[in-house]
């Protein structure tokens, strides 16, 4: 019981820390060295995430709706 109450305690400090993470850096200004931007994307129903700590930036994209990859496949019979 107590190996489960401990684990239960590091995964509430992991998700208040992640939370505070989070809150600090959406409402950070655009030129400090920690900034979260989310931007919807309103055409394919996604998400653009900016990360950006210190010099380092980090793009994340997300879409409900998937661009169609590119095939080399024919989709008949060209004759």
Do not use: C
Not at 11 to 24: C, P, S, W, Y
Not at 36 to 58: A, E, N, Q, W, Y
């Amino acid at each position: 019981m107590l190996l489960r109450f401990r684990f239960a305690q590091a995964f509430l400090a992991m998700v208040l820390g992640f939370t505070a993470f989070v809150a600090v850096g959406l409402t950070a200004p655009a030129d400090a060295a920690f900034t979260i931007v989310v931007r919807p994307v309103f055409v394919t129903l996604g998400v653009d995430v900016d990360v950006k700590i210190s010099s380092r930036h980090f793009h994340f994209e997300w879409s409900a709706i998937q661009p169609p990859t590119p095939s080399t496949k024919t989709s008949g019979n060209a004759l």
